[in-house]
T-cell receptor, first 112, second 114 residues
């Protein structure tokens, strides 16, 4: 069974620090990788997606993908209290089929 | 862009009644829509995948006769919870994707069955 693993946290960081969120996946054939943010009581919101090995930056967010190690991460620079949420990693489960496999999420707490 | 709406945002119903939830893609045509359920402090659980004009594909353990899904157009999918019971109380979230596998989520519908 295809799996996506995340540390449930909480990951606590002070305001202004870099938060590093990690995710591993089991299916070596996975092609697409997503990070979603979910505030308590709300639905997930897409932050970033990455398809190729390496880094992809968007504002304060950087996604990092290492397919050889089956590892994807999300870095949040200059963390703000408003970044406090659960971050879900999602991986494309089947090539040509759009179903995603979600991790259980990492809860991030940014303290002022 | 990529806005998905859901209606209603919350609903309270009596046990035994049926509830319909609508999911619409507002500014794009969704070839595929997904329905998830999320219980408190738990992760998303995919219930079914639907493609416009064809029958939905349900995940293992999800009763297709209880959770009726209709994907009548490229912008609308509906989930009907039939004969709802208190254990069906949950947060139901739809998502939609176009030609890629990027999913955009609706705001969710909180269902409470009394």
């Amino acid at each position: 069974q295809k799996e996506v693993e995340q540390n449930s946290g909480p990951l606590s960081v002070p305001e202004g620090a870099i938060a590093s969120l990690n995710c591993t996946y089991s299916d070596r054939g996975s092609q697409s990788f997503f990070w979603y943010r979910q505030y308590s009581g709300k639905s997930p919101e897409l932050i970033m997606f990455i398809y190729s090995n390496g880094d992809k930056e968007d504002g304060r967010f950087t996604a990092q993908l290492n397919k050889a190690s089956q590892y994807v991460s999300l870095l949040i620079r200059d963390s703000q209290p408003s970044d406090s949420a659960t971050y879900l990693c999602a991986v494309n489960g089947d090539t040509g089929f759009q179903k995603l496999v979600f991790g259980t999420g990492t809860r991030l707490l940014v303290s002022p | 862009g990529a806005v998905v709406s859901q209606h209603p945002s919350w609903v309270i119903c009596k046990s035994g009644t049926s509830v319909k939830i609508e999911c619409r893609s507002l500014d794009f045509q969704a070839t595929t829509m997904f329905w998830y359920r999320q219980f408190p402090k738990q992760s998303l659980m995919l219930m079914a995948t639907s493609n416009e004009g064809s029958k939905a594909t349900y995940e293992q353990g999800v009763e297709k006769d209880k959770f009726l899904i209709n994907h009548a157009s490229l912008t609308l999918s509906t989930l009907t919870v039939t004969s709802a019971h208190p254990e069906d109380s949950s947060f139901y979230i739809c998502s939609a994707s176009q030609t890629t596998d990027t999913q955009y989520f609706g705001p969710g519908t909180r269902l409470t069955v009394l």
